[in-house]
């Protein structure tokens, strides 16, 4: 038996992988990873992968960048964690002070991982609606598509019918308006033409139900887990602009497109505009701890501020604001700086869509798009099981890419290099010609 061979036994028989019908583990293997450095994973054979998606969107900066990791090391030796109820300490100061300037939303609440900020933002929203005296406005808007996390709170803004159909006697499930993907364009109308009809139906309904409207949550310009959906920002402009005029909160769920993916530091500076709520997690710490953060106004905090202890907020989680995870932000929030990031990925995305080219126009592929460091496009295959196919044919060629359905994308780490950008570009163009126009397969839904 390899070595691989012996994680991978051992891992089915204890451990439930997330995402999974675990019984395709019988056909599918699981890839036990030994180590990780820069792109590339290694298994325990010595195998490597280029990490493309980023293990699913939050190692920014690749795998165990040492600027990251000398900040925990360093962190370590004074504090590894104090309860945030009746504490605080240096490194969650420093980190909500400094999203604070950077968002234009000076209050920070921690939590975990992303479905615990939809879940925050939520509620947050819904109390301040009870707090100023309207207890009416307690429904939730998302758009079609849309992903805000799984636990039931999130699960109920969340239209992915595959992850809900099934908890849905216990959703308490929100309003859908439709998503303003660009693909929606009708002959001759532009992303800008589909963005305004999307804001008009959303105009609609805040119109006839905005009594009842606690908030509108979306994720801004790309919905990750529908399969890259990319819309116009003009979407955004608009939406916050009806949901002053309709009192309604706008929630910006930025967990996969917050801190640079889509070309700016938080995809909303595109559109000029300011929610209510910033959710952030998943790149937040580079990859390395667990945090989340939702950012607010100060009037939603000014709400809450009272003699009263129920109109405070009463929530939390074990790990709020836990002290290596807040260190390891701010290492983040330094390289931003320091490497002028956003600036340097404008020069890497021109040159990455340059060398897609070929990818672009191959017969099988439509929908070619793409925004800061996502690319995405749709494959026209009539094998049901494309996406397994897919991923397990680019694993051969030694690189991590996880289709959505029959949506191929890549979400590679801001470290990545021209030959790495080279060699995805070859291995995506192999995979097609080997798979696009197949006769079939087996039918399976698709998981991201
Ligand atoms: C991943 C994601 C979430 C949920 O985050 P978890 O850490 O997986 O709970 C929520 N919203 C968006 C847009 C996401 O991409």
Same mark, same amino acid.
């Given at each position: 038996?390899?070595?691989?061979?012996?994680?991978?036994?051992?891992?089915?028989?204890?451990?439930?992988?997330?995402?999974?019908?675990?019984?395709?583990?019988?056909?599918?293997?699981? &890839? /036990?990873?030994?180590?990780?450095?820069?792109?590339?994973?290694?298994?325990?054979?010595?195998?490597?992968?280029?990490?493309?998606?980023?293990?699913?969107?939050?190692?920014?900066?690749?795998?165990?960048?040492?600027?990251?990791?000398?900040?925990?090391?360093?962190?370590?030796?004074? +504090?590894?964690?104090?309860?945030?109820?009746?504490?605080?300490?240096?490194?969650?100061?420093?980190?909500?002070?400094?999203?604070?300037?950077?968002?234009?939303? @000076?209050?920070?609440?921690?939590?975990?991982?992303?479905?615990?900020?939809? $879940? &925050?933002?939520?509620?947050?929203?819904?109390?301040?609606?009870?707090?100023? @005296?309207?207890?009416?406005?307690?429904?939730?808007?998302?758009?079609?598509?849309?992903?805000?996390?799984?636990?039931?709170?999130?699960?109920?803004?969340?239209?992915?019918?595959?992850?809900?159909?099934?908890?849905? /006697?216990?959703?308490?499930?929100?309003?859908?308006?439709?998503?303003?993907?660009?693909?929606?364009?009708?002959?001759?109308?532009?992303?800008?033409?589909?963005?305004?009809?999307?804001?008009?139906?959303?105009?609609?309904?805040?119109?006839?139900?905005?009594?009842?409207?606690?908030?509108?949550?979306?994720?801004?310009?790309?919905?990750?887990?529908?399969?890259?959906?990319?819309?116009?920002?003009?979407?955004?402009?608009?939406?916050?602009?009806?949901?002053?005029?309709?009192?309604?909160?706008?929630?910006?769920?930025?967990?996969?497109?917050?801190?640079?993916?889509?070309?700016? +530091?938080?995809?909303?500076?595109?559109?000029?505009?300011?929610?209510?709520?910033?959710?952030?997690?998943?790149?937040?710490?580079?990859?390395?701890? /667990?945090?989340?953060?939702? +950012?607010?106004?100060?009037?939603?905090?000014?709400?809450?501020?009272?003699?009263?202890?129920?109109?405070?907020?009463?929530?939390?989680?074990?790990?709020?604001?836990?002290?290596?995870?807040?260190?390891?932000?701010?290492?983040?929030?330094?390289?931003?700086?320091?490497?002028?990031?956003?600036?340097?990925?404008?020069?890497?995305? $021109?040159?990455?869509?340059?060398?897609?080219?070929?990818?672009?126009?191959? /017969?099988?592929?439509?929908?070619?798009?793409?925004?800061?460091? &996502?690319?995405?496009?749709?494959?026209?295959?009539?094998?049901?099981?494309?996406?397994?196919?897919?991923?397990?044919?680019?694993?051969?060629?030694?690189?991590?890419?996880?289709?959505?359905?029959?949506?191929?994308?890549?979400?590679?780490?801001?470290? &990545?290099?021209?030959?790495?950008?080279?060699?995805?570009? $070859?291995?995506?163009?192999?995979?097609?010609?080997?798979?696009?126009?197949?006769?079939?397969?087996?039918?399976?839904?698709?998981?991201?």
């Amino acid at each position: 038996m390899s070595h691989n061979q012996d994680w991978l036994a051992r891992s089915r028989a204890a451990v439930w992988h997330p995402c999974t019908q675990m019984k395709r583990h019988e056909t599918l293997p699981l &890839i /036990p990873i030994a180590s990780a450095d820069g792109m590339y994973l290694t298994d325990f054979d010595g195998n490597r992968y280029l990490d493309g998606v980023s293990s699913w969107w939050v190692n920014l900066f690749g795998h165990g960048h040492p600027a990251i990791k000398q900040a925990i090391k360093h962190q370590l030796d004074s +504090l590894e964690h104090v309860m945030l109820a009746g504490f605080t300490h240096k490194p969650v100061v420093e980190l909500s002070e400094r999203l604070g300037r950077l968002s234009g939303l @000076g209050h920070a609440f921690y939590g975990s991982d992303g479905a615990s900020a939809t $879940e &925050i933002a939520l509620k947050m929203s819904f109390h301040y609606w009870q707090n100023v @005296g309207e207890p009416g406005k307690r429904r939730f808007v998302s758009l079609e598509g849309s992903y805000h996390g799984e636990t039931v709170g999130a699960l109920a803004v969340t239209d992915v019918p595959l992850f809900s159909d099934t908890y849905a /006697p216990l959703l308490k499930t929100g309003l859908r308006v439709p998503s303003p993907d660009a693909r929606h364009a009708a002959g001759g109308e532009s992303a800008a033409d589909v963005a305004r009809r999307a804001a008009a139906a959303l105009e609609n309904l805040l119109a006839k139900h905005h009594g009842e409207i606690a908030a509108l949550i979306v994720e801004p310009l790309v919905q990750g887990a529908a399969g890259m959906v990319m819309y116009d920002p003009q979407y955004l402009t608009l939406a916050r602009e009806l949901c002053d005029r309709y009192q309604v909160h706008l929630i910006a769920d930025e967990i996969a497109v917050g801190f640079g993916r889509t070309g700016a +530091l938080f995809a909303c500076e595109q559109a000029g505009i300011k929610p209510d709520f910033l959710c952030l997690s998943k790149g937040i710490t580079g990859g390395f701890l /667990p945090l989340s953060c939702v +950012l607010t106004t100060d009037d939603v905090y000014a709400a809450f501020y009272d003699d009263d202890v129920t109109r405070g907020f009463l929530h939390s989680h074990s790990y709020t604001g836990n002290a290596l995870a807040c260190a390891a932000a701010l290492a983040v929030l330094d390289l931003f700086e320091q490497e002028d990031v956003i600036s340097a990925n404008r020069d890497k995305a $021109e040159r990455f869509t340059t060398l897609l080219q070929p990818v672009a126009a191959h /017969p099988a592929v439509r929908h070619f798009r793409h925004v800061g460091m &996502i690319w995405a496009f749709d494959v026209d295959t009539a094998r049901g099981d494309f996406a397994q196919a897919f991923f397990a044919g680019m694993l051969a060629r030694g690189c991590l890419l996880r289709p959505i359905g029959k949506t191929v994308y890549l979400m590679p780490p801001y470290i &990545i290099d021209d030959t790495q950008m080279q060699l995805l570009t $070859e291995a995506v163009l192999a995979e097609l010609d080997r798979l696009a126009g197949g006769d079939g397969g087996s039918a399976s839904p698709a998981l991201p």
